[in-house]
Structure formats: structure tokens, C-alpha cells
Nanobody, 124 residues
Framework: QVQLVESGGGLVQAGGSLRLSCAAS????????MGWYRQTPGSQRELVAS??????????DSVKGRFAISRDNDKNTMDTVYLQMNNLKPEDTAVYYC???????????????WGHGTLVTVSA
């Protein structure tokens, strides 16, 4: 099972931009999708954006037109994803988590692998 390491969080003023990165600990053919989720205290973790091995992306309505998820150019593997966040709003403040769907040979199914999260704070 890979480990995921997020980076790029921080403090930014409203209207600013940040770019988050998520890197898997190894290059593997067993990951078929990666995504970004976020969570605020007292709330459930919610999907922000995802991308699959075929390049198909999905965004939460609240970030469409402002955020963009991308991956490394190697189309045969997924080990690094990015989240470009533009026109940030105070309501985007959250801990952002990276997730990968990795095939587990023992269980013969895809399992979720989570990073530890990176804090994004947007000031008004």
C-alpha cells in the first residue's frame, strides 16, 4: 500500500491562489483514481475534485471554475496529482486530504488510501 504525502497548504487572502500537491511513495500501476477532499471541524469530509486513470475529472459544484485537478503526464500510472486553487474564498478554509484508490491483491478489490492532510486557510 502506498503512502500519500500532501504539500502546498498555507495561509492566503481571499482572491488568492494556492497549488496543492500529492505524491505517492512509489510509482505503481495499481492506482486507478486520485482525488482531493476537504474537511472542516464538525463537518463530514467532502469531495473537492477527482481524476481517474483515463483523465476523467469530477468537481464539486462549489469549486467549479475556480479549482483544477491535474496529474502527471504518464498516462499509464497515477502517482502524483495537483490541485490548483484560484479565487479562493474564506469558505474554502479546511484541511485538504488526498485520496488514492489502490487495488489490493489480497482483498482483490480497490481500497482507499488517505494522506494526512494539509491545512488551507483563506482570510477575508
Amino acid at each position: 500500500q502506498v503512502q500519500l504525502v500532501e504539500s502546498g497548504g498555507g495561509l492566503v487572502q481571499a482572491g488568492g491562489s494556492l497549488r496543492l500537491s500529492c505524491a505517492a511513495s512509489e510509482i505503481t500501476f495499481s492506482i486507478n483514481a486520485m482525488g482531493w477532499y476537504r474537511q472542516t471541524p464538525g463537518s463530514q469530509r467532502e469531495l473537492v475534485a477527482s481524476v481517474n486513470i483515463g483523465g476523467r475529472t469530477h468537481y464539486a459544484d462549489s469549486v467549479k471554475g475556480r479549482f483544477a485537478i491535474s496529474r502527471d503526464n504518464d498516462k499509464n500510472t497515477m502517482d502524483t496529482v495537483y490541485l490548483q486553487m484560484n479565487n479562493l474564498k474564506p469558505e474554502d478554509t479546511a484541511v485538504y486530504y488526498c485520496k488514492a484508490d489502490q487495488f489490493n491483491d489480497r482483498d482483490n478489490r480497490y481500497l482507499e488510501v488517505w494522506g494526512h492532510g494539509t491545512l488551507v486557510t483563506v482570510s477575508a
